[in-house]
């Protein structure tokens, strides 16, 4: 929706340099804005799209104000920002309050007046659905959970039993959050399944992305705090702790029992074994896991970026030769 | 449901300590036991909660007993021996046979009066759902495919066609079973599709974890065998044989057409490329592949852990340059 | 359906010895064919299986047509030839055109008389779907998406909104297009969410495997082009761009904002890092990742394959020590 560039100003708290009762109407990168677009700049590797931009306004930080051809909104952090003011512009959908013919809620459950089931949607035994809550198509929330207010659930997201959702919460489509852990005793005739009655706590503002599996605990709960922001196709683990405020990327996974602290964050197929504690502030690199306890706040990294092959095939027998590398030395030595 | 120690020892091979008509009608993890609580110690990382568990039993070794403030069930295996109890005091939800009304079964296909269908199921032409099998809700039974026994199917599972699965299989939400395996012949003008007309034949006691894939066959089929527990997020590729009572953890992957042996286990991403044969009783470690033919049993791994970020990239520094260190020990070694 | 030898060798341009009114009217793999079959030879690694084939005809290479037992559709590339005739003698189902009773579609989307909408399909706002498209069972298309001719969902598949796709697309189930990227500001007070307001455009010919993500643009649009083949359980982020042809195999995945160039191929659980440039040609092995621009086609490497335990432990402890061998080298040569 329109807002003029003097509101945004005074809601978010930026300098202004420009006609503030411009307004902007829609959003778009820096060589696709047009005259009613707001736009940003926070990184050094997009400058050269400034002088260029056809938007009505740009935030960006207060040292690069004197290049932009537009109309500008100055601020320290100009993406988290832009963000803000994004969600305003273009704010997610609303959904007249409703449950669709088709949707199928226990008796037993309870569902606020002001929640949107969409087509398809389940609703089982005890559960509640709170204020405002979105549940999309096809979307089954089992027996005996809790979805707090305002929470979204875009499309098929599937949570089986006993999971707890504080507010503001975003699950995208495919999720699934609180099956079995992989719980597994060996015995003579084969594995024995231990049954997994934990469930699964999620706290407020948590974001969780699509076909990612959050497992429900073993015998305690799974925990994720507020504020976690969890990609698509990651994989979280029975029992895992997910301390507030952590990001994990695309496709990194938690093994079992692991307690990761706040303000973590996971790159793209990271990940780290079971029954582990890694404190607060850890960031692990990109296909790298983390082994044991982690107690200093720090990047963590172990992964080799692919090279040429034929070179890359060469290191390889060069590290395997280390030995004989080492042997040659204790002879050289030796003289 | 509550149940006597006395019976406790008795159905489960223990030697009870205690008295045989105390009641467990709960589980719990030691330090979270109330007075009708079952618990176990089976492992000595958790050995400092005994003696504070409020618990009204603990499964756990014979050399332990002594250390017992409570009640003792003695047993050689306490983990499994604990898993068989749980599954008797906490059972499975079970469920009233029928269809329900927005369910969709197809004149054609056959299902026991002994099943419940939930909401918005379907199931296609030919399929046959065994006696007492659960299909939770939104889950899609294709065309061509044979239910065993007892199966559970938790919610949203999809199998598009041409799966027979044996009995009491569990398989979790998301877990698509017998799409089409990736089979392109690349041309000048692109790729073309080779249809994939085989199934997927899954055995007895199979567990498939939440988001897991496993492909149908190209020509002949891909095979799961008995016991088989897959965690979430896995790939098992077209024409892949699991060996019975094989395990793999979250985020593995096994790739077309290789066979992997009886009671194998891969570890959390790790994998086998394609074509290749594993032998049985082998061990897969964290992030890592096997590229050829496994002929021995014993574990085998190729992961580097994660270590400070600082000291990982001089390694990888030293790593590139052990062609130098070679040179110079040769020039070393002629003189 | 049944068709002559003679049919087969005029329509695919082959070279048949034998008779041409013999039919085939199914395949199967080289030891499994029957009289009534039609079957493949492409790699000498299956030749010793070519003696005793039971095979009605077999198409193979010229040089590979005086092994074979029954008889012989002569091809420089046997393999995509024989794709290109099982599409025609095991053609796909088709449907009839139609829309279920349980299938819920907006009153502003438009469907085309041709197509089938399955059991508990959602069709949403202003929504499109072309000539002979099949939309499976539980398939929901979310507002603003258009869906070209003969594209087939096979199940459960999610477009959240704003999702374009070209013709004969194939969409196996649990893929998720169009869902939200992972794009968040770190503040002081947490994460602020980036509203993803970019769209999704697939070409034409694509085929997206099961439980794969591909993400919507956070401002631009993701791109997918014509011809691309996506495995299973891959993820393709926010804003990336993959050219034509290129084929990803299962649980790899592209970060936001990289291009990837032409013909492009990507291994089992192969990557690439965000905001770079992959040029055409270009192939990933398995396992590995690429972290910076590639300008250079060719096979880019970076995993090791798993070995025995034991000696990679050791070999790891040898790498660690590289820094001590240059010191003991440094020392010698200082002599």
Chains 1, 2, 3 share one sequence.
Request: one cysteine or more; hydrophobic letters at 40%.
């Amino acid at each position: 929706m329109p807002i003029s560039l003097g509101e945004l100003a005074t809601r978010f708290g930026c300098e202004l340099i420009g006609n503030p009762d411009s307004a902007v109407s829609n959003v778009a990168s820096l060589p696709n804005a047009n005259a009613e677009s707001l736009t940003f700049l926070a990184s050094d590797a997009y400058k050269e799209q400034l002088s260029s931009t056809k938007a009505a306004a740009v935030v960006l930080r207060p040292a690069d104000a004197g290049d932009s051809p537009v109309a500008a909104l100055l601020h320290d952090d100009p993406y988290a920002c832009y963000a803000r003011m994004v969600a305003v512009i273009c704010p997610p959908p609303s959904y007249a309050p409703g449950v669709h013919s088709s949707a199928v809620v226990d008796n037993s459950a309870t569902v606020a007046a002001s929640a949107h089931l969409a087509p398809h949607v389940v609703v089982g035994e005890r559960s509640t659905i709170g204020e405002n809550v979105y549940l999309g198509p096809g979307t089954v929330v089992g027996p005996d959970c809790v979805i707090g207010d305002d929470c979204r659930f875009i499309a098929n997201v599937t949570l089986p039993r006993a999971v707890t959702i504080g507010e503001r919460g975003i699950f995208h489509p495919g999720a699934v959050l609180g099956a079995d852990g992989f719980g597994n005793a060996m015995t003579a005739e084969g594995w024995v399944k231990l049954p997994q009655l934990g469930g699964l706590r999620i706290g407020d503002d948590v974001e969780i992305g699509a076909n990612t599996t959050v497992d429900c605990g073993a015998i305690d709960d799974t925990v994720i705090d507020n504020g976690v922001r969890i990609d698509n196709l990651c994989h979280i683990g029975h029992n895992v702790h997910i301390g507030a405020h952590t990001a994990m990327a695309g496709m990194s996974g938690i093994a079992g029992s692991t307690t990761v602290g706040k303000r973590c964050m996971f790159a793209g197929m990271g990940g780290a074994v079971g029954h582990i504690t890694i404190c607060d502030d850890v960031i692990v690199g990109a296909k790298s896991y983390v082994s044991k306890d982690v107690t200093e706040p720090g990047t963590y990294l172990a992964s080799f970026p692919a090279e040429p092959a034929k070179g890359w095939m060469k290191q390889v027998g060069r590290f395997r030769r280390i030995a004989a590398l080492q042997e040659r030395v204790r002879k050289l030595e030796k003289k």
